[in-house]
T-cell receptor, first 114, second 114 residues
Framework: DTEVTQTPKHLVMGMTNKKSLKCEQH?????MYWYKQKAKKPPELMFV???????INESVPSRFSPECPNSSLLNLHLHALQPEDSALYLC?????????????FGDGTRLSIL | AQSVTQPDIHITVSEGASLELRCNYS??????LFWYVQSPGQGLQLLLK??????LVQGIKGFEAEFKRSQSSFNLRKPSVHWSDAAEYFC????????????FGTGTRLQVTL
């Protein structure tokens, strides 16, 4: 069982919808991450939060809007997505945003854009 | 920038046979290296990590990896594979220019025959 919990597990949405992905961890980790993973590809980093502040944005389109309301919770707000945004979205956390800290992953949200 | 290469896209082994998955990295200094495993429909699980010290590292589920600086390699091994080991395996390196940025290899899919 993973210690990083992501909801929902599956999400189907139209291109005009607004939805949110949620990620939660209770390990006391102060760094949290969003990754996008297309089929048969490795995960690609999207965002990094350190102490609830956005520290890295990998040039992600503005239709993806991250939010870190507290140290345990990370959201990804979705709006006006495109079919190519269909993917597995993975959340991860680590003790701190520092060199060598292993990242712990959730099981992901599989997103399908109609 | 650092990178990792996994030369084998797909490997098939018989249950009970030994396993070696290859990973090569490109980086001038000692890298921070990881192996992750991803079962179908799930997130990534950390198998083991190498930062410094003993070049043979032990991980979970009976896996080990050996860091060889002369060959720029960090190969994953298991003496006897179980059918449940069938999964996708990713080698990853920390980009020391940005402490939290994991760079993944393209992955190796392991199939286990009974």
């Amino acid at each position: 069982d993973t210690e990083v919990t992501q909801t929902p597990k599956h999400l189907v949405m139209g291109m005009t919808n607004k939805k949110s992905l949620k990620c939660e961890q209770h390990m006391g980790h102060r760094a949290m991450y969003w990754y996008k993973q297309k089929a048969k590809k490795p995960p690609e980093l999207m965002f990094v939060y350190s102490y609830e502040k956005l520290s890295i944005n990998e040039s992600v389109p503005s239709r993806f809007s991250p939010e870190c309301p507290n140290s345990s919770l990370l959201n990804l707000h979705l709006h006006a997505l495109q079919p190519e945004d269909s993917a597995l979205y993975l959340c991860a956390s680590s003790w701190r945003d520092s060199l060598g800290q292993p990242q712990h992953f959730g099981d992901g949200t599989r997103l399908s854009i109609l | 920038a650092q990178s990792v290469t996994q030369p084998d896209i797909h490997i098939t082994v018989s249950e009970g046979a030994s396993l070696e998955l290859r990973c090569n990295y490109s980086y001038g200094a000692t890298p921070y290296l990881f192996w992750y495993v991803q079962s179908p429909g799930q997130g990534l699980q950390l198998l083991l990590k190498y930062f410094s010290g003993d070049t043979l590292v032990q991980g979970i589920k009976g896996f080990e990896a050996e860091f060889k600086r002369s060959q720029s390699s960090f190969n994953l091994r298991k003496p006897s594979v179980h059918w449940s080991d069938a999964a996708e395996y990713f080698c990853a390196v920390i980009n020391t220019g940005t402490a939290s940025k994991l760079t993944f290899g393209t992955g190796t899919r392991l199939q286990v025959t009974l």
